[in-house]
């Protein structure tokens, strides 16, 4: 069986992809230095004071370069590493889907990411949150130029990463689209950009960078430990993924449709949280009913918040990409409870 031949899914169209890229969302840099920067970090070299610690690093703003240094007794003087500040990548993101006309059961995603022209580095690396990797078209998962999944979910949960070896994605002032495959159904996922030479990733894959404990050679330990907790490395949004499994059961996959509903606003498909309130509702609704076994009052709920999300567009308050998360899903999740009552 085809990977993309999942029963129940309702297939919209012939290949139809629905939002435009005319506004996309642009990714915000992590805090730095945040909660899990275990050293000093400094603003300038002219600010480290006399009496610094054996270990802490500095912001060179100039290169654009995180400096940590360490003094080692035995040499009498200071070591020090570096790499680039990664988040400082201008990175926007936008992303359609549809029905994919040459497989059935299966959905088509398209993600544009876009560089923008000032800024401080190209793009080298962009990932994104998603399903389980066996939810991906085999093609899509085995293809390392395109997209792969990554598999650690004790650290990444699943990504679909596009793979950043040597490769430079979008150079400043353009972009790159990727299009992939999968059955299930879309909804609003994290997604990672970074750029910069040189890169310092926190994963245990990259040997050269030992996470704290790891066996080490004494002299570089200490810094190069603190090396994952010092490069954060990534600019963070929301866009369109495969999210819901298909296979899902109608009660958890209405449960994680009305929780996801706060991502809406980071993903710059409506403009505030409150805005969906009234989808909200509806689908508090439909999760009592469906507690209690009322399927015709579950029915009458998902409606209403299709219904709700199609007039807070029309409003222009909810944005096309929105609008489609949510038809898409409560087209599904009636087809599966039609098939029920049958």
Request: charged share 25%.
């Amino acid at each position: 069986m085809s990977v993309c031949s999942v029963s129940g899914m309702v297939v919209v169209g012939m290949f139809v992809l629905f939002p435009s890229f005319c506004l996309a969302c642009e990714l915000q840099p992590p805090e730095y230095p945040g909660k899990d920067v275990q050293i000093p970090v400094h603003a300038s070299a002219e600010s480290v004071p006399k009496d610094a610690g054996p270990l802490y690093a500095v912001i060179d703003a100039e290169a654009a370069k995180i400096r940590a240094y360490e003094y080692n007794p035995s040499q009498g003087y200071y070591r020090h590493w570096y790499a680039d500040m990664m988040w400082l990548v201008k990175v926007s993101v936008s992303a359609k889907m549809g029905a994919d006309a040459e497989n059935t059961g299966c959905n088509l995603y398209e993600t544009e990411v876009s560089c923008a022209a000032d800024s401080r580095f190209p793009l080298t690396f962009f990932a994104v949150t998603s399903c389980d990797a066996d939810l991906l078209h085999e093609k899509d998962r085995s293809d390392r130029n395109a997209w792969f999944s990554m598999m650690d979910p004790k650290y990444f949960g699943t990504w679909l990463r596009v793979y950043h070896g040597p490769l430079l994605l979008a150079d400043r002032g353009s972009s790159r689209r990727f299009v992939y495959r999968s059955p299930a159904l879309p909804g609003p996922a994290l997604c990672y950009a970074q750029g910069g030479n040189g890169a310092i990733f926190p994963a245990r894959e990259n040997r050269r960078v030992p996470f704290e404990g790891e066996d080490v050679p004494s002299d570089e330990g200490r810094v190069l430990s603190a090396f994952p907790r010092l490069i954060l490395g990534c600019v963070r949004g929301i866009t369109i993924a495969p999210v819901y499994d298909p296979g899902w059961d109608v009660s958890p996959h209405t449960q994680r449709m009305r929780d996801d509903l706060p991502l809406y606003v980071d993903a710059c498909w409506a403009k505030e949280a409150a805005v969906l309130d009234p989808v909200r509702s509806a689908l508090d609704k439909a999760v009592s009913a469906l507690a209690t076994g009322a399927k015709d009052q579950a029915k009458a709920a998902l409606e209403e918040a299709r219904g709700t999300a199609e007039s807070l567009h029309e409003s222009s308050a909810l944005r096309r990409e929105g609008l489609d998360v949510i038809r898409l899903n409560v087209d599904h999740l009636l087809g599966r409870l039609q098939n029920k009552a049958g």
